[in-house]
């Protein structure tokens, strides 16, 4: 399975959203309006050693994996002393989608995962020692998840229940060492504090509109995120984790098992959060990517304990059963979905394909380089993030390439060589509709422009998408432009002021 996702890193065209991270590798700056810095500098991590390459950007995921199912492993094998546990625990990663293929393909959750469970961790071994110096370790594990992705926050909950539910909260409350692990999170978390100071606290509102809108109920986004959660979680070992994490929620607060509270509270808090979301707004394929970990370690535990508790024995061998159906048909149907993106030719989800609909860049950018060639062009333009991403991916530093819009993203980057661009041609390249919001803001500047030619970007002989191609003359682009600016804003909040719909 390691060698699989080493194929698939390297093989497999970068996504948008990873060539989009991958630009953020080469700033130097202390937090991002997106996330935190985190997965920039993992990815940073992994060009230094193999360079701008596929492998390279997803190197520092690939190594996420195994220290993840080490971790787990280690909170398994201290609560049970059951090496099957320890089997099941793994091999549950690697049957679902998430992380048996997914955890090749970067997003801040890949930094997130291993350090949240390192978190958790640490909380086990301090249950195990009753050492309130292993406090001290979970914060620091804490700081460095928070560096990683704000959903940390939700697992705040399960925190709070570990440490006030159980007969021991009386002597945690008067002990310094939670209130130092604190402290050492947020100092760690430090650097994401000061930028936002910096800048008017622009992520965290960035984080707040998303969060705090407000939409109509849709059953459509309920599926979706329930079916998302199928697929990538497993058809059959979703079913076994939720029953699993049940009977450890029952067990740990019946008994007041402290690690028990944690993981199942780990689990069941967020994803009630991330189900309340999916009411009224789209719920991104990796939110929930970080706790199911700790639902992998509940389920295994409960399957260990059942024996122990000696629950019935035709239910116990049932409860295996069922396990090694969810780990068997997860492992297969990951390398089924490795082999189709790999190996196969056919497209059968069409333009909704998740890997497919970003993929086949490269015709669209030896078009462009023709173009560039042709009309003396010294610059590009984009009006969306992704375009721009994945022409900074295949261009390199070799000319400047600029989303004129949404300049909100990229508050603290290097200025390019205004040499290049002031008074000086450049190319348009665009996502069509021409209606787009990005062919409307032309309007509002100085330019003159000639359509030059539309590029279709087709992956296994479907259409994906058009480009339209064109070249103007007559306009510098503001790259620091006011907040109130229609340059400045970023998508989701410029939605929400005009009212509409806040996608995902």
């Avoid at 950007?57 to 049970?80: E, K, N």
């Amino acid at each position: 399975m390691t060698a699989l996702r080493l194929a698939y890193a390297g093989l497999t065209d970068l996504r948008t959203d990873e060539a989009y991270y991958w630009t953020w590798s080469k700033e130097s700056v202390l937090c991002f309006l997106d996330h935190p810095p985190m997965i920039a500098w993992f990815i940073r991590l992994g060009t230094l050693i193999f360079g701008d390459t596929n492998f390279g950007v997803r190197f520092a995921g690939l190594l996420a994996m195994p220290v993840t199912q080490l971790l787990l492993a280690d909170i398994v094998r201290r609560v049970t002393h059951d090496w099957r546990a320890m089997v099941i625990v793994v091999l549950m990663m690697e049957a679902a989608l998430y992380y048996g293929l997914l955890m090749a393909k970067v997003s801040p959750d890949i930094a997130l995962i291993p350090f949240a469970t390192a978190m958790v961790w640490a909380l086990v071994r301090l249950a195990e020692s009753n050492d309130g110096r292993w406090w001290l370790v979970a914060g620091v594990f804490a700081g460095l998840s928070l560096l990683s992705k704000f959903t940390v926050a939700l697992l705040l909950p399960a925190i709070l229940a570990f440490t006030l539910v159980p007969r021991w909260r009386g002597h945690w409350l008067k002990s310094p060492y939670p209130y130092l692990s604190a402290l050492i999170a947020l100092v760690l978390f430090l650097p994401v504090l000061i930028w936002n100071m910096q800048h008017d606290w622009a992520s965290f509102r960035f984080q707040f509109v998303r969060a705090a809108a407000t939409h109509e109920w849709s059953l459509r986004t309920l599926g979706e995120f329930i079916g998302l959660q199928f697929g990538l979680v497993g058809f059959v070992l979703l079913p076994v984790v939720l029953l699993g994490v049940a009977l450890t929620a029952w067990r740990g607060y019946r008994q007041l098992d402290a690690v028990a509270i944690l993981l199942s509270t780990a689990v069941i808090f967020p994803f009630l959060y991330f189900l309340w979301k999916s009411l009224a707004l789209r719920v991104g394929d990796t939110w929930p990517a970080f706790i199911w970990p700790f639902g992998f370690a509940a389920a295994a535990i409960n399957l260990s304990m059942m024996r122990k508790e000696h629950w019935p024995q035709a239910l116990v061998r049932a409860s295996f059963w069922w396990a090694r159906v969810a780990i068997g048909s997860g492992i297969a149907f990951v390398v089924a979905v490795f082999l189709y993106y790999v190996a196969a030719p056919w497209n059968f989800i069409g333009r909704t394909d998740p890997v497919g609909g970003e993929a086949g860049y490269l015709p669209v950018i030896e078009r462009v380089e023709a173009q560039l060639q042709k009309t003396g062009a010294s610059w590009i333009a984009t009006t969306d993030y992704r375009t721009y991403s994945m022409l900074r991916w295949y261009l390199g530093d070799r000319l400047p390439v600029i989303q004129i819009n949404e300049r909100g993203r990229y508050l603290g980057f290097r200025e390019p060589d205004m040499n290049l661009i002031r008074n000086h041609t450049g190319l348009y390249v665009a996502l069509e509709p021409y209606d787009s919001p990005g062919f409307q803001l032309w309007a509002s500047v100085p330019a003159k422009r000639e359509t030059l030619e539309r590029v279709d970007r087709v992956w296994r002989g479907i259409v994906m998408d058009t480009y339209a191609l064109q070249k103007f003359t007559g306009w510098t682009p503001e790259l620091s432009p006011p907040p109130g600016s229609p340059l400045y804003r970023w998508r989701e909040l410029a939605r929400e002021i005009r009212g509409d719909s806040l996608s995902a």
